[in-house]
């Protein structure tokens, strides 16, 4: 374990399911991250939070929503996916006023299937 | 565009070799940072290395950093099986303050 807990560790959801991605860190870091890792492709950044507040969205399609409801905790939550949003995705956290000025903790991930 | 590229793509070595990864950059950097993810799973940070740094070592692992050539390498020595993974550096650029992966190197070292 790395400190950075995500659940599930596995989900397949039809287009029309509506779940939830869980995120938990116990490691007092300020900053919490959610990307995408498809195959064959870079991690992409999708949102970042600052102590709670939201200070990065890539551009990310509306059909993710993220939750951050304190320091310790954020949510992904995922409806009306596509079968191309079929991904890992991470979660991760850091300390420091910066991003990326200590290196990030990174969950194992959920793997994340759209049928 | 792409900040931060591996190279090779993938590296293919008996146990006991050493390894070498090469990571390419385009701009100014702050630190740049090297992780490992194992089949599947999240990944692990093994080194970050600031910009005013040359070189960093942790256990078997040795980073350098050549900012006036914006590159940088990972050497693993005496590799094991068990460090068979992707390995990938990321980049704290100066003038976005966001790390950027690269597409990684896939080791794969044989008993």
């Known amino acids: 374990e790395t400190g950075v807990t995500q659940t599930p560790r596995h989900l397949v959801m039809g287009m029309t399911n509506k779940k939830s991605l869980k995120c938990e860190q116990h490691l007092g870091h300020n900053a919490m991250y959610w990307y995408k890792q498809s195959a064959k492709k870079p991690l992409e950044l999708m949102f970042v939070y600052n102590f709670k507040e939201q200070t990065e969205n890539n551009s990310v399609p509306s059909r993710f929503s993220p939750e951050c409801p304190n320091s310790s905790h954020l949510f992904l939550h995922l409806h009306t996916l596509q079968p191309e949003d079929s991904a890992l995705y991470l979660c991760?956290?850091?300390?420091?006023?910066?991003?990326?000025?200590?290196?990030?903790?990174f969950g194992s991930g959920t793997r994340l299937t759209v049928v | 565009s792409q900040q931060g590229e591996e190279d090779p793509q993938a590296l293919s070595i008996q146990e006991g070799e050493n390894a070498t990864m090469n990571c390419s950059y385009k701009t100014s950097i702050n630190n740049l940072q090297w992780y490992r993810q194992n089949s599947g799973r999240g990944l692990v940070h093994l080194i970050l290395?600031?910009?005013?740094?040359r070189e960093k070592h942790s256990g078997r692992l040795r980073v350098t950093l050549d900012t006036s050539k914006k590159s940088s390498s990972l050497l693993i020595t005496a590799s094991r099986a068990a460090d068979t993974a992707s390995y990938f550096c990321?980049?704290?650029?100066?003038?976005?303050?966001?790390?950027?992966f690269g597409p990684g190197t896939s080791l794969s070292v044989i008993p």
């Open positions: 991760a956290s850091s300390q420091g006023e910066g991003q990326g000025d200590y290196g990030y903790t």
């Open positions: 990321a980049t704290l650029q100066t003038s976005y303050d966001k790390v950027i």
């Open positions: 290395i600031r910009s005013n740094e």
